[in-house]
């Protein structure tokens, strides 16, 4: 196997962090903005703003006027500010708890386009590429569910009623007004300081949508992580592909050697981190769960942040009335 040089692989490494660099000042323009220039940047992009919430308003006000009904309870899992704040591992500690079990996700950089069925009742029907690094995660951490990646998320659900599912789960399926649903809204905790929407903060649709929903859960009150490593070595290296890498930094052990953020959903090479590997000195590379999909067939060492949510007795109970018979 051929090798990259050290001195090659330093030059991408500066790349890396030149871009996290950029990522996280952005991260904070949107979330939190302390600088002047940021605080003014965010005023000034207030009129594209605008705009933008009003587009979104419109197409959402016209969805919920023609509501399409699947005769199928449908679950849809969303968040209003762009970027991760607990949705996926959410949804997977919910899904969890029922049977005949379809997750339908727009699948975020996977290679592949139109709809495809990742797995079918616990079975693989296709590779991390073709199904992108969340749907790959929800296949691999579900037992016995139905997972389909589709932009066109009505053919999804179609197919899925075809396949004898009862259950769907929508995968920030929060902006599909269009299709009768139970809407759970996942908030950040801590909550941005910027309330303003893209471009000049955080969020995709209007904050006041919050008290539009069926149900709202935020972290700490409404279910709780619980992290631990496993396979954790005496050198691991944090190699991540997620957005706000940041938030992982509570979790992080003391013997962490580095850290090295690429974009989200990067689709890794296993040269590439062999090279980190050895430049480094590591003696594993430490990531998280949705990265790990993307390196289950690498022969590397692996040290995994297992991470797994418990939902709290009132929300279950919550989401299981709407999900009774109706008389």
């Known amino acids: 196997m051929s090798t990259i040089s050290v001195s090659k692989?330093?030059?991408?490494?500066?790349?890396?962090f030149n871009t996290s660099k950029f990522v996280f000042w952005v991260e904070d323009y949107l979330f939190h903005?302390?600088?002047?220039?940021?605080?003014?940047?965010?005023?000034?992009l207030l009129p594209l703003s605008a705009i933008y919430c009003s587009v979104v308003l419109i197409k959402r006000y016209r969805g919920k006027n023609n509501k399409i009904s699947f005769k199928i309870p449908i679950i849809s899992i969303g968040n209003l500010t762009i970027g991760g704040n607990g949705k996926t591992p959410f949804c997977i500690a919910l899904a969890k708890d029922y049977e005949d079990v379809t997750i339908i996700l727009r699948?975020?950089?996977?290679?592949?386009?139109?709809?495809?069925?990742?797995s079918q009742n616990g079975q693989m029907m296709c590779d991390v590429q073709a199904s992108g690094d969340?749907?790959?995660?929800?296949?691999?951490?579900?037992?016995?569910?139905?997972?389909?990646?589709?932009e066109d998320r009505v053919e999804a659900i179609l197919f899925a009623k075809k396949l004898g599912t009862k259950i769907i789960f929508l995968d920030d399926g929060f902006s599909k007004s269009f299709i009768q649903k139970f809407d759970?809204?996942?908030?950040p905790n801590p909550e941005p300081t910027n309330t303003f929407c893209l471009p000049s903060g955080p969020y995709r649709e209007p904050h006041f949508l919050?008290?539009?929903?069926?149900?709202?859960?935020?972290?700490?009150t409404d279910f709780k992580r619980h992290v631990n490593?496993?396979?954790?070595?005496?050198?691991?290296?944090?190699?991540?592909?997620i957005s706000k890498p940041s938030r992982l930094d509570q979790y992080l052990p003391d013997n962490l050697i580095g850290k090295v953020n690429f974009r989200d959903h990067y689709m890794y090479k296993e040269e590439e981190l062999l090279n980190l590997i050895q430049t480094?000195?590591?003696?594993?590379?430490?990531?998280t769960q949705k990265d790990a999909v993307k390196m289950a067939n690498f022969a590397i060492p692996l040290s995994i942040l297992n991470l797994e949510v418990e939902i709290t007795k009132e929300i279950k109970e919550k989401i299981n009335t709407f999900l009774a018979p109706k008389r």
């Open 107 to 118: 699948g975020y950089g996977r290679g592949s386009h139109g709809l495809v069925l990742v």
């Open 229 to 241: 490593i496993i396979n954790a070595t005496p050198q691991m290296l944090l190699v991540t592909a």
């Open 9 to 16: 692989l330093k030059k991408s490494q500066k790349i890396v």
């Open 184 to 187: 759970i809204l996942v908030r």
């Open 280 to 287: 480094y000195g590591a003696t594993s590379i430490l990531t």
């Open 33 to 44: 903005p302390t600088t002047t220039f940021q605080k003014a940047l965010s005023y000034i």
């Open 210 to 220: 919050y008290d539009k929903v069926d149900l709202v859960v935020c972290e700490g």
């Open 134 to 150: 969340e749907a790959m995660l929800y296949a691999r951490s579900i037992p016995n569910a139905t997972v389909i990646v589709s």
